[in-house]
Structures are given as C-alpha cells and as structure tokens.
C-alpha cells in the first residue's frame, strides 16, 4: 500500500483567536494534500487542463494543532467510482505522528469546458488504484 | 421548525483560479453561520467565556458558488447529545433559493480552561431544541 | 466630497492567536471595499469583464481588532493618472468611529485580454472624481 | 549583507477568479517570512512570549504569481528605530529569480501584557543588524 505524503507547516494567520488553528485551515491542508497528490499523478497544475471538481469534504478534528507545529498528511484512495473516487486522509503530528484530524473527500472526474463529470480514463483508475487504502469504513465513522 | 438564517456575500478572493467559489470558504461560511446562530443563543462573542469546539464539520458541493452571488445558510439542529449536538446548513443562492451546498457539523460543549467536554446544559439545550429540524438522515447521506 | 462605506462584520476566523484580527485580513476588508466601490460605478461582477488590478497595498494598522466588532471602510479616490488611480481607505469601529487603520492602493486600469494596462476612460474618469477626497498626503505619511 | 530567505510554495486556494495569486494572500507570504526570520533570531512561536506587533504592511505587486510556482522571499532589515524597524521584503520566482514583489512592513516591538511598545532590547538590535539591508529609500518609492 503506497501513502501520499504531504508536509504541512503551520502558518500563524491560520490560527484564531482560540489560539489553534482554525478549522477552516484544516480544509486547506487537505486540499493542498490532493493537489499534490493530482501532480504526483501527472496532472497539470494548469487550470486550462483541469479535471477534478470537489463533490464533498469532511474533517473529524481529533487534536487541536498549534502554530510552531509541523503536520503530515498522509493520504489514501479509497473507492474508485465510475466518474468518482474518494480520498482518505490522516493529519498526524510529523514529530509525535499523533493523530490530529482524520479527512475524506469525493472528487469527481470533470470536464470545466462542458461543465459535465466524465468517465475515469484507465490509465488514471490505475494510478489511483496504487494508492488504495485499507478499509475506509473503519477509519471514518 | 425555527431556522437560523445567515446571508452571506461572496467576496472576490473567495474565489479560485477555476472560477468559482474555492471549496475551503464554504467552511468559512458555515463557521459564519454556527457563531451568528450562538450569538443568537446568547452566547458571548468573548473568546474567554468560548464553550464550543468542533468535532466534525462535513459539507457536499451541490452547485458551484460565484462571484457576485449572494448565499443564505439555514442553520437547524439535529440531535442533541450529552456532550454535542449536531449542526445541519443548507446553503442556498438567495435570489433563487437553489440549492448549493449541505452542511453538517458536529458541536461540543466544551471548557477551554480545564479542555475538556462538560455535559450541556439544560439552558443550552432548551434553546437548541427550538432550532430542531426535521429528520437530518433524509437529507444527508 | 462624497465617501464610499462598506460595512464588515469581523469573523471569527478571520482573528489569530494574538485574540486579535489578524493582519492579513485588513487587506481582505480593503479588496471588499475597492470591489464595492467598483460596483457602484457601474462595473461589472463579470471577471471576463474585469478592468483593474491591483499594483500596490498599504495599511497602517492604529487599532487593534477584534472578533465581535463591526467596521466600516470609508473610500475616497486620491490622484487619478493617465492609466492609474489611488484609493485611500480609513477602516473605523462603526459604533466608536474610532480610527482602525489607515489604507491607501494604486489600481490600474487594465485589460486582462491584452494583459496590458490602458488609459483611462473619460467616464469613469468622471465617476471617480465624485469620490475624490481632501488631500491625501496629510493623512497617510 | 545577510539575506534571509523563505520558500512558499503558491497554494490553489491562494489564487482568485482572474487566475493569478490574489492580493491578499501576498500579505500571507509576507508574515511568513517575517514570522520565519523572527524563529531564526531566537524568538519563541509561544504566542504567549509573543514581543512582536505589525505598524504597517505595504506590498507593490510587480508581476502576476500563479498556482504552480514557487516563490521565495527575501528579507532585509532596514532602519532601526529606538520601539520599532522596518523590514523590506523581495517576492522572486524561485527558478527564473524574477522579481515578482516588492514588501515592506513596520514592526513594534511590544509587550501584549501591558499592550505597550518597548525598546527595542541591546541582543535584538544585534541580531537584526546582522540582515541590514543597502538603502531601501532607494527600492521602494
């Protein structure tokens, strides 16, 4: 099982007033875990080319995470559709690995010039199909 | 059924380079709305008298959201536990009353002193009951 | 002399660890100023439409900020250019009045087709000197 | 002269309806590399030992940034006044070193216990002296 491995810095304007970070910021790691997943896979970070639209996005917050703090987020794929698939993500501490926030996400094959979801080509099935997870119904409640 | 209603206007760097509203800021929104629904409760908006942390929040992208539109998240409540209770947002185009978005959250009463949950109040809990909506399982999936 | 008034509520997000607003986001409630602005002269929400960009930012910061409080960002147009004009922004406590911060920016008159600036016409010309203010190297040193 | 620098990787979210890297989110990188020189010198990310407070932020916007790139800003120390100095800050294209922005910002020292500015401490001046830049009167107009 190969994980997807983004490091995560804590930025202080992602805290709030609470003195952790925001929740909203979580959503923000989470994307740019994706998005660095999508270019491992070969996807152009041009627009123009864009495949991928957001159908849904969750966060259980386990820890609260601090400023100063460094995260990981490591992220699996999970069932493969067949104009969807779903991502499944750990935010981890990346001294302690303790667990901060558990994430998922379903993203749909998308064509922005149609405005239409499309079939997942083969090529990117099998791509994703390398980062399968483990069972994701036992992770996320 | 009371529902809470936030309206919110689109803000220009909300917005990605796909043209539509980045899906991290339908979190700010529904944050938007769960602190305006508090403030109604009678919440203080002090952070040092704070009794609300987030668990879960979870939101499904239905339509996408522009520049220029205006939103209104409706806020109910759904079940109510010991330590949480459950938020549900729809978010909807104002004009037309599409919807946009479905939003959920997870809420716990919480001391940010000791850090831990506290049982919610039976104060609390009169008035979340006059936000009940209608059975949230029919709607989230 | 007439002022252009953008009310903002502060979010709760939009604070840091310091309890305050954090920084960053003054520059966010002068986008939604500048935007508002534009709006009322006429133009377009249309980013295919869009006419300005931004070629510098300033705020001086007087006041903290703080979740709970509501601001108002009052606009006036310094000196227009051939292909460029200033705007001078005070941000006030709305109850108070009391003095926020200072902001000032330099937007140019742009085609985005082209990507290159142009000079400005003779009616919007018209429409920012409704805006214009008292001198503005008084106030902002 | 000592140059501190700090990488920043553009964010999707980061980017705004006409493509390029939104205003504001410069201010983000700005604090960035201001809060990492700040690590650098020795101080604390405790929010509690916190010294440091923003006077003014300024940012001209020389070349459009856009999601893919990699940014890197330079900082330089320039005058140091008895309460507070002046950073000047230079957003580059970290392949091409194209210069992308120019920044500056007045930081306070300040004691958010008693919300006062101090002098600047005897170690805090050497420390900071060390990054004195060539004259900035001459960078910024």
Chains 1, 2, 3, 4 share one sequence.
């Not at 901060?100 to 239409?116: H, I, M, W």
């Amino acid at each position: 099982m190969t994980v997807h491995t983004t490091t995560i810095a804590v930025r202080f304007c992602e805290t709030d007033a609470l003195g952790h970070v925001n929740n909203t910021n979580y959503f923000v790691y989470l994307e740019e875990a994706r998005i660095r997943l999508f270019e491992q896979l070969g996807y152009s970070t041009d627009v123009h080319e864009w495949r991928f639209i957001l159908a849904s996005a969750k966060c259980d917050f386990v820890r609260q995470a601090y400023f100063g703090q460094t995260l990981e987020v490591e992220t699996n794929v999970g069932n493969i559709g067949n104009k969807s698939f779903q991502l499944v993500h750990r935010i981890l501490d990346a001294k302690t690995k303790a667990l901060v926030a558990l994430g998922e996400a379903t993203v749909v094959y998308f064509n922005f010039e149609t405005q239409k979801s499309e079939p997942i080509p083969d090529e990117l099935r099998r791509h994703l199909e390398k980062y399968a997870g483990a069972d994701i119904s036992n992770q996320l409640k």
